[in-house]
């Protein structure tokens, strides 16, 4: 089983830019990986923010972007709000296998 | 509106088992895959399962090969997971997840402790 791999924490200042990447041992992260991006509040479930690499729902702030970047997954965050501390989780889907593997989750903290 | 709610979970002895249950309302059901993920007491999220529309096809995670089963009745838009031989890292919140990842239950929390 593939290894998906994110950075264990990054911090941001209030109104900076952060970008959190998600690698997989397989390789280069492609679109074929439909990478997804999850936020996680404590107590709360997941919340879905980007899909099949860079698509948003309507409920993603503008101010979150997804991306291919350096052969990684990318979670790109302009304008950090409070509110944006937070858990994130990419997911990379292998097909053939069990539908989508978990990074271990980045611990992002505005500072 | 999308709802997904689970039910089933509890404290149960190592060995023992439990059946989860994830009752979907909101759209039609038979149209999509179904998942299920477990996240562990401070710890990451572990997808588990997963099953196909019509649940012809069924995966599941090398840590709960053999002592898990997924399954679905579209007629009652419920998805279950069946969980036998539990063991003490089994203990987590367990997700129901709809194909595509946009929509997630509340979880259940599945302790398996004496």
């Known amino acids: 089983q593939a290894v998906v791999t994110q950075e264990p924490s990054l911090t941001v200042s209030p109104g900076g830019t952060v970008t959190l990447t998600c690698g997989s041992s397989?390789?280069?992260?492609?679109?074929?990986?439909?990478p997804y991006w999850f936020q996680q509040k404590p107590g709360q479930a997941p919340r879905q923010l980007i899909y099949?690499?860079?698509n948003k729902h309507p409920w993603t702030p503008a101010r979150f972007s997804g991306s291919l970047l350096g052969g990684k997954a990318a979670l790109t965050l302009s304008g950090a709000q409070p509110e944006d501390e937070a858990e994130y989780y990419c997911l990379l889907s292998y097909p053939g296998a069990l539908g989508g593997t978990f990074g271990g989750g980045t611990t992002l903290t505005v500072l | 509106e999308v709802q997904l709610v689970e039910s089933g979970g509890g404290l149960v002895q190592p060995g023992g088992s439990l059946r989860l249950s994830c009752a979907a309302s909101g759209f039609t059901f038979s149209n999509y895959w179904m998942h299920w993920v477990r996240q562990a007491p401070g710890k990451g999220l572990e997808h588990i399962s997963h099953i196909t529309s019509d649940g012809s096809d069924t995966k599941y995670a090398d840590s709960v090969k053999g002592r898990i089963t997924i399954s679905r009745d579209n007629a009652k838009n419920t998805v279950y997971l069946q969980m036998n031989s539990l063991r003490a890292e089994d203990t987590a919140v367990y997700y129901c997840?709809?194909?595509?990842?946009?929509?997630w239950g509340q979880g259940t929390l599945v302790t398996v402790s004496s």
């Open positions: 997840v709809r194909g595509g990842g946009a929509y």
């Open positions: 397989t390789g280069t992260v492609t679109s074929g990986h439909y």
């Open positions: 099949d690499t860079s």
